[in-house]
C-alpha cells in the first residue's frame, strides 16, 4: 500500500510556549498548567513547543498506519482547557489501571486524561503513568 502523508491539524508551531501558559486563566489553572508543564519537560527531557494554538508538546515521533497514512505528533503533552487540564498519554492506559485508581479525581478519553485542579490528584502517581507513558512511547518509537 501506498504511503500518504497527511497534513494533520495538529502540528508544533512558531509560538511562544510561555505566552500561552500566561494567558491561561484563572490563576489557579495557571499555575496547574505551569505545575505540569516542567514536570513533562523535566520527565520527557525535551524542551517545549506549540502543536496548534493549545496544546504544548515535549518530543516527537513519526507514525505510518497500516493504511499508509502516516504523520508527526508529539511524544506527550498536555492542554490547559476551559473545563480540564487534559493530559495526552499518547500510549493509552491500558496498562495502568492501578495507577489510574491511585490517581485522584479525574475522568478518560482514548489517549486523554481529564484532570479538573492538580490539587484533586496524587502527583506522584501522575508522574508515573508519564512516565510509563514515555516509556512505551520510546519502546514503539525509538528516539
Known sequence: MAKTQVKNKTAP???DVQTYLDAVTPEWK???AKTI????ERLSGHKPKMWGPTMVGYGQYHYVYDSGREGDMMRTGFSARKTALTLYCIG???DKEKLLAKLGKHSLGKSCLYVKRLSDID???LEEIIVKDLEYMTEKYPE
Open 13 to 15: 508551531t512558531e509560538a
Open 30 to 32: 495557571q499555575e496547574d
Open 37 to 40: 508543564a516542567a514536570m513533562m
Open 92 to 94: 493509552g492506559f491500558q
Open 123 to 125: 502527583l506522584d502517581v
